[in-house]
């Protein structure tokens, strides 16, 4: 059955025409590989090797190349013949100077770098650049024309692929996934990719998988077990393997060529009976996609073996084959006979060292180029998303408190009117929770995208859905980031814990838009839009593991210029915020937003004016006369701070009604950084009107509070702000409870008022006991009841309570 | 071929006394689930439930439980009847209800907690505790006793079963594996840890995939591919798959429980043979060890349907059928006949509500209880490694800056010596970078473990390597982790910006350690020790993507009494350092330090004097006179930093003479916070001593600079403090490009110290432009020559200069 599944062919489609040109195209592109690790000069070797022609430091990665500039020949080829529109993934990112000798070769590197021509100086300037100071980096970076997916940190590949197909009915990504990146957790379980992707509405995507048989300094897992066990493996990740081996023990290129053509025309022929039978049928099926399971030698055609150990073939290819050339005469020597054995002579013309014509018909022409594919700088193709209103979904907020709403239901509701509006280029992303965070109404739209089998009791799950939930926050995250990439728009809804386990992938795609914003050609994309939601405060069902506010502290470190934090505390601004982020473009918006019901303060208008300032001054809630001088800031960001800070207020008018208070509420976290280190940065004056330059500030927090002095330690009024937040204290409790926990309660802010403030501790030790007993008689509460006191879960802001306006208890 | 590999049993092989037993525990186990989650008080329904019997909040997940309870069950019976050694693993750690149910009937809990008594006192008191106020997590936490693995955060199963059974060959990891976890990305690629496991000299794993169908609100990927795909998916991943379905269409539980007791015996069976065979031959293959399917329907013997609505057998039945008990009766019905079709009355003791002693005699005796044993309570079985004297690894030092060493080569060296030392108890875990990182000491010592196919130009792999290499930083992790949980030891070496992929599990370590602090009878277990080298400052080969120092950041977030954080300066501090991590417990250790050579600074002793205080003036290099009052305080932190402070240190000394510089180095990063907020923190007094409290401080940081603020940030001396450090500038450059990308050069620290000190800006404006001069000529050198100039790579500190020391060129 394995042995029927794989299918190998043996014709031989090239004419000899072909098959000089691609295995020509082939040597052009290993020796352009070479000479970018290697040569500063001489790059047509028209005088023998020299030890300055060469590198001081040799930096870069040969192992990977050979391969898969043998697959981009190859795949040329099939777009020329077949007319596809082609992007390509590598996987082994680290492979840059195979894709950056495909864009040159391609005539597309000299068009976008005019420093870069396509003749002999511009080779020796592609040469000189690569790793190389003021010159280019050594993956596949930003810089390299084509690509959507660095590759640095592996992992990814096939997720970016299926997010680049995603509607995107006419492409085909071609993704080489590195034997050594298939190990990681993330390749891993993205071949499951499958089962989401459309024939008919989406694109293709080819897996190819590199087997090279090593990684770094090791073989890899999946060249060492049976090739009968690696079939079964494609196959349970529901593809149909095709098995290509070819370039061992030295045997002739045009036989691996042949071979290798034959086979990859039986793949997009499988394909094309796919994509056609599930079109003419209007049954999507769920077809066994085509994977090529690709095992040529790692260092392919480069040194066999140097100094009597093998190179080709072996992990020692992997990044510099040979140390100290420049140091070496004898190593010199292999170089140049081994860049000689490309025969560049055949390559580039004598003159001018462009190259040569019949070898340069194996480039498909203008965008069809996989260099310069439009999909692959995906702003280029981005339309603006066509936004319904936001404000007809606002709550009704006749007084603060007034009415009570779960936000990120709210959301959804628009979400879903939005999901509407744009049908083929915004999708939500989640793993398994987004009726859990109360998305639902995006669910409704069309159903969440499924392929394998259902059955009569599933609910709303459809091949066309537009809601895309697997258990992984890893593809979730890869899944979107290719969509994005590729010029359309999404959301990336996650438990706020669990979203830590894309901290490196963020990290990745935060670079990434640092990088593009210094390259011209590369057209500003949708952001990226986090909606953590589940959050720290409101972890019912589960407790400790599932608290953890730091992706915040984790995202600020990158670039200002690129990471936005917002915490709206209520519905309307929850939904203000998501109204610019999705508008935005090249940034990573991060909006934690609780899920629960919860009292709502600003009306739509007001939410808009907040959220434009992104900080302000609620001066409905504040006692400091408008424009008086307040005694203290009590300053709050979150949802839950947000209600812990008004519950406080209340008290305070209670108990110390001479005190004036003022309220400042904060939604935009960067503006409290000053306008030197984020763009959305507050100038020191407004600042200090806020925050005054010398009253105590005592700030409730959503998330770890060093957070907040990181961000203002260089405000004048820095000494006297005071942090309440989130100090790793938790476990499976109540509400109130939590908070408690880590001292960011109502009573708590109370006591940090009357220490704060200068004078009102010696005269309110009485009510700072009594609030030190309310947190007691509050936990007893919890233990006997098992809830929160009806006093603290219904508590309702004063201006509601006298309209007479009841919440429902929890 | 994949009919045949898999295997199903059909014999009857429990005798109707067991067969009862196994069953009366089953329902006792499910019996005991559902009250957790529902009942306060009436544990045995002794009165019909009423409104108060039932928790005000309902808060856990049912779904898992009745499928782990069944295998629980039957667990118990094989290890009795086969005297195993057993652990268990609850990947979907959510069915905390299933793992304390099983304790409390094996008596552990009662033992442990004495306010939970076996009787039908305990009874309530365990209902009522559970997800409760003041009670314990609805989760398998470390309060549960028998678990090593809270599961939480799914995907780590497997990779902790197999770190447990590494080096343990009597013990048997069962590990059961969620549907929905199995699409996570970490437990995709853990399938493949069987190429890491010796079956003579490791124990043994089981995985048993829960295919229940369901996750949150979805069905899973794994039940909806045909049960052939998922047999070819697991034999790809190396197992012998054994199927068993059962529990669906009200099929007679009875004839279940034969036919997977059935099942269980051939597995156990398959594994001695396994076992036996590899003993017996000497050859230990690669054994393609069982895997059980185990297909049984979600919140199995649950409520059918509700409202109409079905429940069992769907997503449904995932956390709480029925939400508002207490408010409707109907529901309280219901959930009393669900109790009751348990028929309590046959499990418990009329009188006592112990557990009937013949449903007893299913738990197995003493350690022999899953809940009890030791391997669950690793440091228990802790041995002290047998650490050689480091000193004899140490580098010499002649004069600072005299030698020059690779500092992480150096700790391979010892690292190799504990290694031999250690055979059977100690291991190291990498990505595929122990090499690369330079520890290639360690690998000589018993290779590299490899149980997949070999090559004759195989580098040092061995079925019995103690190096552990697999290009998935989530499996180091993991593996590293469960080896630690049952008492061994071990270190994870990493690049420092990929450790990132591992934030999330390192989160839940953290978080392990820290509640176990607080349960008496959890033991400490030896420490998780990170080497985080190739960091952000020497990315020769790769670049951009490779450059993150913040896993700091992240870690500091966790509480401070379980997270330490070093940075020293050289090889003779890294070895200290080192040592010290060994030899404790319970704590989470970074330590950073580059691979490349660079100079060494402090002799052995003073490298041990230095570590104990992990601050301190460096008196050879200050010119403040030892107890004279400094102009200005040069701080560094970090290997790179540290060199560029001395470097500026020098033009100080040629170009201000007069200035008086103090030098303070930083190893513990944990000693820059107060003693309130940290156990290392340094009091405010000595820290004043230190940094003055008033003289300018540049203080040049390895990673990102606002951390220092972060942790200075309350320090008398704070608003003079000035941070250099990485901020997110970088790509493929030399070495000293990057310092200068990001001014943390030797450069701009003297610049720096023109600017803050008083009084020299003014009288040095030549000297700072001469410094800025000297940047732009240094990336010059860079941009012509492709490497750093001689005058940088070759700086040598005066007083080895005096010596005529050299440094090798880079
Ligand atoms: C997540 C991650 N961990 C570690 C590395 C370091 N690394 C760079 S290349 C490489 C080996 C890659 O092997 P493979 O995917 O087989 O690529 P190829 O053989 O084609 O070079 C490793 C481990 C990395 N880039 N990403
Ligand atoms: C990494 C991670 N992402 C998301 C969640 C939220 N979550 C909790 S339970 C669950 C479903 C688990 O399904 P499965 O593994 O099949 O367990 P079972 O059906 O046995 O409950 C999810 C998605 C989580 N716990 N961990
Ligand atoms: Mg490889
Ligand atoms: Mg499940």
Not at 216 to 238: C, D, K, W
Not at 359 to 366: E, T
Not at 424 to 441: V, W
């Amino acid at each position: 059955m394995l042995g029927k599944a794989t299918r190998e062919s043996r014709a031989e489609p090239l004419d000899d025409e072909t098959l000089t040109r691609v295995d020509a195209w082939w040597r052009a592109a290993n020796y352009l590989s070479v000479g970018q690790i290697y040569l500063l000069d001489n790059p047509l070797l028209r005088e023998p090797l020299k030890a300055e022609h060469i590198k001081p430091r040799l930096l870069g990665h040969w192992g990977t190349s050979p391969g898969q500039n043998f697959l981009y020949a190859h795949l040329n080829r099939a777009i020329i013949e077949r007319e596809l529109d082609m992007i390509y993934i590598a996987g082994p990112g680290h492979g840059g100077p195979s894709l950056v000798s495909a864009s040159w070769l391609e005539g597309t590197y000299s068009e976008i770098y005019s420093g870069v021509g396509d003749d002999e100086d511009g080779m020796r300037a592609l040469f000189r650049q690569f790793s190389y100071p003021g010159g280019i980096p050594s993956h596949v970076a930003p810089e390299t024309p084509g690509s959507i997916h660095e590759g640095g940190e592996l992992g990814y590949a096939l997720s970016h692929a299926y997010g680049a197909a995603f509607d995107n009915p006419g492409l085909t990504v071609a993704a080489v996934i590195g034997d050594g990146e298939a190990e990681t957790g993330p390749l891993a379980t993205s071949w499951h990719s499958n089962k989401f992707l459309h024939p008919v509405t989406d694109g293709t995507v080819l897996p190819i998988l590199h087997l090279n048989g090593y990684k770094i300094a090791n073989p890899t897992v999946l060249a060492r077990i049976p090739r009968s066990e690696l079939e079964a493996l494609m196959i349970g990740y529901g593809h149909t393997p095709y098995w290509f081996e070819g370039g061992f023990d030295g045997e002739d290129p045009m036989a691996v060529h042949q071979r290798f053509a034959a086979l990859l025309d039986e793949v997009l022929d499988h394909i094309d009976t796919i994509r056609r039978d599930a079109h003419e049928s209007g049954d999507p099926g769920r077809p066994a996609w085509p994977v090529i399971v690709f095992k040529t030698p790692k260092g392919w055609t480069g040194p066999r073996e140097i100094d009597g150990q093998p190179i080709e073939d072996t992990f020692r290819s992997h990044q510099v084959p040979m140390a100290d050339v420049r140091g070496n005469e004898r190593y010199t020597g292999l170089l140049e006979s081994w860049m000689r054995s490309y025969r560049p002579e055949e390559l580039f013309n004598d003159d001018d060292g462009r190259l040569r014509a019949e070898v340069a018909r194996l480039n498909p022409h203008g965008g069809r180029r996989m260099s310069a594919n439009p999909h692959a700088n995906g702003g280029t193709l981005t339309r603006d998303l066509v936004v319904p209103d936001f404000r007809s979904h606002a709550v009704d907020v006749p007084t603060p408190g007034a009415s009570v709403a779960e936000p990120t239901r709210v959301l959804g509701g628009w979400l879903a009117a939005i999901m509407r509006a744009n049908p083929t280029n915004f999708r939500i992303f989640g793993p398994d929770e987004t009726a859990s965070n109360r998305l639902n109404a995006t669910v409704d739209v069309a159903g969440k995208t499924w392929l394998a089998e259902t059955l009569p009791d599933d609910d709303a799950l459809s091949p066309t859905g537009r809601v895309m939930e697997m258990l992984s926050e890893h593809q979730c995250q890869g899944w979107l980031e290719g969509y994005l990439l590729t010029g359309r728009h999404g959301v990336f809804n996650c438990y706020e814990a669990f979203v830590h386990i894309i901290d490196a992938m963020f990290n990745q795609h935060a670079k990434w838009l640092k990088v593009t914003r210094d390259i011209p050609w590369r057209v500003p994309i949708p952001s990226l839009n986090y909606l953590l939601s589940s959050h720290v405060w409101r972890q019912d069902h589960n407790g400790f593991t599932h608290q953890d506010p730091g992706f915040i502290d984790h995202v600020v470190n990158k670039k200002a210029d690129v990471i936005r934090v917002y915490l709206p505390p209520d519905a309307n601004t929850l939904l203000s915020t998501y109204d610019h982020c999705l508008r935005s473009r090249d940034y990573v918006n991060v909006v934690v937003s609780g899920k629960q019901p919860g009292p709502q303060w600003l009306t739509m208008d007001e939410a808009i004016a907040h959220c434009s300032r992104g900080i302000g001054i609620w001066e409905w809630a504040s006692t400091d006369g408008g424009d008086g001088e307040p005694d203290v800031v009590l300053a709050c960001a979150g949802d839950v701070p947000t209600v812990e800070t008004l519950a406080a207020v209340d008290l305070l008018r209670q108990h110390l009604p001479e005190l004036r208070v003022r309220v400042v509420n904060v939604v935009d976290l960067m503006r409290l950084q000053d306008e030197h280190e984020h763009p959305h940065g507050l100038p020191n004056a407004e600042f200090d009107a806020l925050f005054t330059p010398d009253k105590p500030v005592v700030f409730a927090y959503h998330g770890y509070p060093w957070l907040i002095h990181r961000l203002t330690y260089r405000r004048t009024n820095h000494r006297n702000i005071h942090v309440r937040g989130y100090k790793e204290e938790g476990t499976t409790t109540t509400p109130f409870d939590m908070v408690m926990l880590n001292e960011l309660d109502r009573f708590h802010l109370v006591m940090d008022v009357i220490d704060r403030v200068p004078g009102l501790r010696a005269r309110n030790a009485g009510l700072r006991q009594r609030m030190s007993d309310e947190r007691l008689r509050a936990r007893q509460y919890t233990r006997e009841h098992g809830k929160d006191a009806p006093e603290i879960s219904e508590w309702v802001w004063p201006a509601a309570r006298e309209l007479g306006v009841a919440v429902p208890a929890a």
